[in-house]
C-alpha cells in the first residue's frame, strides 16, 4: 500500500542528507590575517586540516609560519582573493635572554617543502633572508587560483 507520509518523510531525509553532504564538502578555512609565530602549532594545525579534506582560503595576510599551510596542504585545496599576502622570510629562533639567531638548516627544510613554483618565486628573490619577501597579486594568482 503507497503511503504519502512514508514518501514525504523519506523525501525530507533526502534533502537534509543532501543538505549536509553538500556544506561538508564546501568546508573551508579562511586565513584572514596572520601573522605567523611558531613553527609547531601551524605544523599542527595545517596537518589537521589536511586530513579533513578542508579547503584553504587565504583572504588576507600570511606571514611567516603561517606560509607552511603551502608545504602541508595540496595545492588543488588552496585558493587565493584579492586580499592575500603571502610573506616569507629566513628561519629563527630567540634564545633565552630573547635574542633572535637565524637557523640556515631550518630555513633551506622550509624552502625545499614549498612546491615548486612558490620555491622558484623566492629564489628569484634571492632566497630566504631576514627581509621579508611578500607574494601577492598577479604573482600569486599564477601560482594559485582564484577563490571562487
Given at each position: 500500500?503507497?503511503s504519502?507520509?512514508?514518501?514525504?518523510?523519506?523525501?525530507?531525509?533526502?534533502?537534509?542528507?543532501?543538505a549536509?553532504?553538500?556544506?561538508?564538502?564546501?568546508?573551508?578555512?579562511?586565513?584572514?590575517?596572520?601573522?605567523?609565530?611558531?613553527?609547531?602549532?601551524?605544523?599542527?594545525?595545517?596537518?589537521?586540516?589536511?586530513?579533513?579534506?578542508?579547503?584553504?582560503?587565504?583572504?588576507?595576510?600570511?606571514?611567516?609560519?603561517?606560509?607552511?599551510?603551502?608545504?602541508?596542504?595540496?595545492?588543488?585545496?588552496?585558493?587565493?582573493?584579492?586580499?592575500?599576502?603571502?610573506?616569507?622570510?629566513?628561519?629563527?629562533?630567540?634564545?633565552?635572554?630573547?635574542?633572535?639567531?637565524?637557523?640556515?638548516?631550518?630555513?633551506?627544510?622550509?624552502?625545499?617543502?614549498?612546491?615548486?613554483?612558490?620555491?622558484?618565486?623566492?629564489?628569484?628573490?634571492?632566497?630566504?633572508?631576514?627581509?621579508?619577501?611578500?607574494?601577492?597579486?598577479?604573482?600569486?594568482?599564477?601560482?594559485?587560483?582564484?577563490?571562487?
Amino acid at each position: 500500500m503507497f503511503s504519502w507520509t512514508r514518501l514525504i518523510l523519506t523525501l525530507v531525509l533526502a534533502v537534509t542528507l543532501w543538505a549536509i553532504a553538500s556544506m561538508l564538502a564546501r568546508a573551508e578555512v579562511r586565513i584572514i590575517a596572520s601573522p605567523g609565530g611558531e613553527v609547531g602549532p601551524f605544523l599542527d594545525l595545517f596537518e589537521k586540516v589536511r586530513e579533513s579534506g578542508e579547503r584553504v582560503v587565504i583572504d588576507g595576510p600570511c606571514l611567516s609560519a603561517c606560509t607552511l599551510v603551502l608545504s602541508l596542504v595540496p595545492e588543488d585545496r588552496i585558493c587565493v582573493t584579492r586580499r592575500a599576502v603571502l610573506g616569507f622570510h629566513a628561519a629563527r629562533s630567540m634564545d633565552r635572554r630573547g635574542r633572535t639567531y637565524a637557523e640556515p638548516e631550518a630555513s633551506q627544510l622550509v624552502l625545499r617543502a614549498y612546491p615548486y613554483p612558490v620555491r622558484a618565486w623566492i629564489e628569484r628573490r634571492g632566497g630566504l633572508t631576514s627581509r621579508l619577501l611578500l607574494l601577492r597579486g598577479r604573482e600569486l594568482k599564477a601560482i594559485y587560483p582564484t577563490c571562487r
